[in-house]
């Protein structure tokens, strides 16, 4: 009871719609490998989340559980309030899931006829079509289709039901920038309609361009979340290149850097406050030169969050030792 | 008890009992398209039986008779239960393992496909071929063989050969969870092959070995292929529910192993 009125009083005070996807205190193991740690992560109605991190974070694994694939060791996933298993949350709910072998011989447009059928109230055939820039290969056999082609056929599954709620695992898992950009372009699509998504990636830039909130997992740990503007604020928010004759320790030492590496001559400093560190390191070092200051993209933003992570998991092995 | 009242509009998305039987009869279809397209399949599951057919029952040896029943029409029996054993378990345990393997099964089931439907259209889609492979058999037997049969025999046998596709299925839908993607089709080979000769679908019954034949006695292929030879006059001395009591009792292990399999894959990566 005190849990729920917990929530009520979040979603009342951040204003926001309802949770319609929820991961409640979940630890997913396979035998001894952890896949998910005490995750508690919300996808609230009409949003967009992205589920950053790298391979093997625990992404896929949580999809799987809000989808009713798997069972959590502990704790629960709930969609629409009930169990992800319900047939009619799973009327109400799309998913592109990473396949590795597709029926090749059926056509695209018999693939939709029949995922279309699945529910009570699908989306036109031309329209799915449309959508998912499918018009003109409609005929075409599975087998016959670009790893581009293939992946909008899949997004065409999930969206054919004109669900409320799409799960998209890895959604432009290997494909060119075009194809890319293009099913970018669909999804975008599907969220003016007023759709929740909830799509993995592994491509900062992807959570950057879709996403309202992006939630970095690694390690089976959710260790940030926020608007992409927020995540990189957060972290590493600036890059600092320069040639010094200050050991590496030592600057790892300087308040506020997160991360430091030796690129040729010169080191490169990821850190929160460029100012403070710059002072700092003019201080001990007069002779320092090539000084350059550049704003990180979200890549050294994930790059430094997942590696603090990872050292802070290594701090505490080693305490433990 | 709950506080916060979520958009839960869930109406109209009950189905009509109508909307689950055009959800059934099109997964039926497209499975059945899927293999009638698919080379590996037709090639394998229909030709063999045919050829088998053409070259031993009309070319071959079409002048004799094994007892009272000539070789042409004894042969429909016997290479019409080793189609109809090659199109089940090809038809569920091939497609199972690899939609099971390689992801394609989960999302089926993530999405709201009456879970049912997939398996009940790879049971009819192995029924339809089944049916496909005896009535090739009649045709060329009935044309080229001199196979005479009233119309009535021909009506139970075909209908004994396409409900002995049943056991046959339950085993693949079995094996199909027991197998990996790339093992399926060997493993089926693996056990449809020498089933199919200790059983005397290859070399009449009665010319095997004696200890093959007692071997046979526990094979279902055996006792299907009995149930259609003694249509045709050319049964072996069991009664006929005693082979029908054994093709219902494997189909029933079949299914239980099926079962364990299909939830056993609810905590796993795949399934």
């Known amino acids: 009871m005190i849990a729920t009125l917990e929530r009520a009083e979040r979603v009342q005070r951040s204003g926001a719609n309802a949770i319609v996807a929820s991961l409640e205190r979940v630890n997913k193991n396979y035998g001894n490998v952890r896949a998910l740690l005490e995750v508690d992560f919300q996808v609230r109605a009409g949003e967009v989340v992205a589920l950053l991190g790298p391979n093997g974070a625990g992404k896929t694994t949580a999809v799987k559980l809000l989808l009713g694939l798997m069972q959590p060791n502990s704790g629960r996933a709930r969609v629409f309030g009930g169990d992800p298993t319900n047939p009619e949350n799973r009327m109400r709910t799309g998913a592109m899931l990473q396949v590795g072998r597709v029926p090749e011989t059926l056509q695209v447009g018999e693939h939709i006829d029949l995922f279309s059928s699945y529910y009570t109230k699908p989306m036109a055939a031309g329209e799915v079509l449309a959508v998912a820039g499918l018009e003109k290969l409609r005929d075409r056999k599975f087998g016959d289709l670009s790893g581009g082609q293939r992946q909008r056929v899949l997004f065409a599954l999930a969206i054919c039901g004109d669900p409320d709620l799409i799960f998209l695992d890895e959604p432009t898992a290997g494909l060119d920038v075009e194809a890319r950009r293009m099913l970018w372009d669909e999804i975008r699509r599907m969220v003016g309609r007023g759709k929740t998504v909830l799509l993995t990636t592994h491509y900062l830039q992807e959570a950057d361009a879709l996403a309202d909130r992006v939630a970095v997992i690694n390690q089976g740990e959710i260790i940030a979340e926020g608007t992409p503007a927020e995540i990189k604020m957060k972290t590493a928010g600036k890059r600092i290149r320069c040639i010094t004759s200050l050991r590496v320790n030592a600057i790892r030492q300087i308040r506020g850097v997160t991360e430091v590496k030796e690129d040729r001559e010169a080191v490169e400093i990821h850190g929160v406050e460029a100012e403070a560190i710059v002072r700092e390191l003019l201080a001990r070092d007069t002779n320092l030169t090539g000084l350059e200051i550049t704003s990180a993209g979200l890549e050294e933003a994930f790059l430094a969050l997942t590696a603090n992570a990872a050292r802070e998991g290594d701090f505490k092995r080693e305490e433990l030792a | ?271």
């Not at chain 2, 099964?105 to 993530?110: F, S």
């Not at chain 2, 049912?116 to 009819?124: H, I």
């Not at chain 2, 030879?229 to 009664?239: D, M, N, Q, R």
Request: glycine share 10%.
């Open chain 2, 1 to 271: 008890m709950s506080t916060i009242t979520i958009a839960l509009d869930n109406t109209q998305i009950q189905r009509t009992p109508s909307h689950t039987a055009s959800i059934y009869l099109k997964e039926a279809k497209y499975e059945f398209l899927k293999n009638l397209r698919l080379r590996v399949y037709t090639a394998s599951v229909l030709s063999f039986p045919i050829m088998f057919y053409v070259l031993f029952g009309l070319v071959l040896n079409s002048k004799q008779a094994i007892g009272s029943t000539g070789v042409a029409t004894y042969l429909i029996a016997t290479y019409g239960t080793f189609g109809v054993m090659g199109a089940s378990l090809f038809g569920t345990a091939a497609g199972l393992a690899s939609d099971r393997g390689l992801g394609w099964l989960q999302v089926k089931r993530a999405s709201p496909m009456p879970p049912f439907a997939y398996f009940a259209a790879k049971v009819v889609t192995s029924m339809i071929f089944s049916a496909i492979i005896v009535l090739a058999l009649f045709t060329l037997g009935i044309t080229l063989g001199g196979v005479k049969m009233p119309v009535a025999d021909f009506a139970r046998l075909m209908a004994t050969l396409v409900a002995g596709s049943l056991p046959f299925s339950a085993m693949g839908l079995a094996l199909g969870y027991f197998t990996g993607p790339n093992s399926a089709p060997a493993t089926i080979n693996l056990i449809y092959l020498p089933m199919s000769f200790c059983s005397g679908l290859w070399v009449p019954f009665i010319f095997l070995p004696k200890m093959v034949r007692q071997i046979a006695l526990v094979l279902p292929p055996y006792h299907l292929s009995q149930l259609a030879l003694g249509v045709v006059g050319a049964g072996t001395h069991e009664s006929n529910v005693t082979h029908w009591e054994v093709l219902l009792g494997f189909t029933m292990i079949c299914l239980g192993a099926a079962r364990i399999g299909f939830q056993r894959d609810q905590g796993k990566l795949y399934g």
